[in-house]
């Protein structure tokens, strides 16, 4: 869908620092990792949550 080379990488980046400043672009960069961080963390929870309620599901199917 959208093909992104180092060359828009590099704009983009560019664009970035003019808007925000070089010394918060640390901070952005710490705090998007958190935030993919916990949403990854809250997809994997939310599958073994899922998965284990499944397997809840079928022992009580099979001792019915």
Do not use: C, H, W, Y
């Not at 620092?17 to 958190?34: C, D, H, K, W, Y």
């Amino acid at each position: 869908m959208f093909d992104v080379g180092i060359p828009e990488i590099i704009v983009i980046l560019i664009i970035a620092m003019l808007v925000f400043g070089a010394g918060r672009l640390p901070e952005i960069g710490t705090s998007l990792g958190q935030a993919i961080r916990g949403f990854k963390k809250a997809l994997s929870e939310s599958a073994q949550e899922e998965s284990k309620q499944i397997k809840e599901g079928d022992q009580k199917k099979n001792t019915s």
